[in-house]
């Protein structure tokens, strides 16, 4: 690879980020190319998100885990995601998006096969966290990549099909996750990273070309990274943790205490040391800064609320996971058309107007999900899906640009590791907080629904344990001998409890959707799109 410095502003054809077409080695660093071989990768770790929450029973029972080791298997996995991602930004930086890709699709596909050959609980959970760390490495990267293949005014396009792919990958997670565990093991759904992780490295062998700032920083702000790894920690460990201990428990403050502690001591430190992992100037520009926030915001409503959703379908509906695949297809497929809609769209007036016009739809499919009950059909809930699909699309696509496009080049990987934190962190902290809001309903409701079914009361552990059934839509096993009415009337009460805590949930979503909306006003088109010079 040639070190020759190419400088995209004074070139005689438009700014293209990568080099000049001219100068590519057969297809080497074409944008399309490049955007297929990313989407591979990012693909295989978005599937992974959701496809391994279908398989976790079946690990639990077929390992003989615990329930507190198969929350590992989850916890973990996005603990090392969420703790690493803008450090694996950094890394990105320095050594080049182009090889960072390369080693996470390899080591996540490797660590998969490890995973799949386990034979304990404490194997899978060593190599989920490995596992979380090389999808850490893949996502700024893939970002990074995306920046320097295309073009400013083709930037949006990319980021959209690339979004779609995403959101298609979390959604499809059900349904090949249930055909898989159903149909042959819970090993072959770790297995299936292999072949994909192999073609994503074979493409990019091929078909990347690397791209990195000519101010990129030579050094690691070690201690930058030791402070904000500790926060970011004490941050998602807290908020996973905070449903079982309880928010006011002195465990779930001290870990959230010690994370703003820790993130203080961070930003003095980016103050002084000499070559910061996050320069704090990065925040002086409100579009990034309120683009970081929306997409925290966005991932609470969304991530939180959609949690409840595949208990609503098969606990309350009794479907298959198969079949709640299937009724979520609506939402996947508005995503799949959605996000390359919204980068044309955004590409043409900007990413304001479909950030705020997106959000809102997302309030009113909240608010709509909000109004189902136990009764309702597949005609109303896909009405609220197709919503749903339509107004996250346009937000994912716009957020990643404003903050990625307003980042200087040399921080693009830092600013595709911010991205990909924000999400994570909404995430959780909606699971989390909008879990906390539901268990509070359902355990208020759930006796006066018992009652006026005109059923016994359930006291002592037993009825703690028929409070947590029912906060995930779960009937309780009929004893023996029981009348088939008394049987329907537990499962009624149950369910209806369920249904009055999700609908609180997605009430609280729509709050904070419409508040993301407000957020939207303050973004717009990335400043720094153009770049400056580059090596290629």
């Given amino acids: 690879m040639s070190q020759s410095v190419v400088n995209t502003e004074k070139a005689d054809l438009p700014p293209q980020r990568g080099g000049l077409p001219g100068e590519r080695r057969g ?27 279908i398989a976790n029973p079946v690990i639990q029972t077929d390992l003989g885990a615990s329930p ?4 590992w298997v989850t916890s973990g996995y996005l603990l090392a995601l969420a703790v690493f991602l803008i450090t694996a930004g950094k890394i990105g930086d320095r050594f080049g998006h182009k090889a960072t890709f390369l080693v996470g699709a390899t080591g996540f596909a490797a660590t998969s096969a490890a995973i799949g050959f386990a034979t304990n609980i404490q194997t899978v959970i060593a190599f989920r966290v490995l596992q979380g760390l090389f999808g850490a490495l893949l996502q700024p990267a893939a970002l990074g ?32 996750g249930g055909l898989l565990v159903e149909h042959v093991s819970w090993q072959s759904v770790f297995f299936i990273n292999v072949p994909v992780g192999l073609a994503a490295l074979l493409l990019g062998l091929w078909i990347l070309r690397d791209v990195r700032a000519e101010n990129a920083v030579k050094s690691f702000d070690v201690p930058g990274i030791v402070l904000l790894s500790l926060a970011m920690f004490a941050l998602v460990w807290g908020i996973i943790k905070a449903p079982t201990w309880g928010w ?53 409503a969304f991530f939180g609320a959609i949690f409840f959703v595949t208990f609503y379908l098969q606990n309350v509906h009794g479907m298959t996971p198969v079949q709640a695949g299937v009724h979520l297809l609506p939402m996947t497929g508005m995503m799949i058309v959605g996000a390359p809609a919204a980068g044309a769209a955004i590409g043409k007036i900007g990413p304001r107007i479909p950030i705020v016009t997106g959000m809102l739809l997302t309030t009113v499919a909240m608010y709509g999900m909000s109004t189902l009950d136990t009764g309702s059909g597949t005609g109303v809930m896909s009405l609220w899906f197709v919503l749903m699909g339509l107004g996250i699309s346009p937000v994912m696509v716009g957020a990643t640009e404003v903050i990625v496009g307003n980042a200087p080049m040399e921080l693009s990987g830092v600013a595709g590791g911010l991205q990909q934190s924000a999400m994570q962190v909404g995430g959780s902290l909606g699971t989390a907080v909008l879990g906390a809001v539901m268990a509070s309903k359902v355990s208020s409701a759930l006796p006066g629904n018992w009652s006026r ?23 309780p096993p009929a004893p023996q001998g029981t009348p088939e009415q008394a049987v329907h009337a537990m499962a009624d009460a149950v369910h209806s409890s369920f249904v009055s805590g999700m609908s609180m949930a997605f009430a609280v979503a729509a709050v904070v959707a419409f508040a993301a909306a407000l957020l939207g006003l303050l973004t717009k088109r990335g400043a720094n799109d153009a770049g400056p010079a580059v090596h290629v």
């Fill in 27 to 53: 297809l080497q660093g074409h944008p399309w190319l490049t955007l297929l071989t990313v989407a591979v990768g990012v693909m295989m770790v978005a599937l992974d998100g959701t496809v391994v929450a």
């Fill in 68 to 71: 507190a080791d198969i929350q």
């Fill in 145 to 176: 990549l995306l920046r320097g293949a295309f073009p400013a005014e083709k930037l949006n396009m990319a980021i959209g099909i690339w979004a779609g792919v995403i959101g298609a990958s979390t959604a499809a997670g059900p349904i090949v």
């Fill in 248 to 300: 006011g428990d002195s465990a779930t403050l001290l870990f959230l205490g010690g994370a703003i502690l820790a993130m203080v001591l961070f930003a003095l430190w980016q103050t002084r040391a000499k070559e910061p992992l996050i320069p704090l100037g990065l925040f002086r520009s409100v579009p990034l800064s309120a683009g970081t926030l929306l997409m925290i915001l966005m991932a609470f």
């Fill in 453 to 475: 079914a005109g059923l016994p009361p359930v006291e002592g552990a037993q009825g703690e344990q028929l409070k947590q059934a029912a906060q995930l839509g779960i009937a």
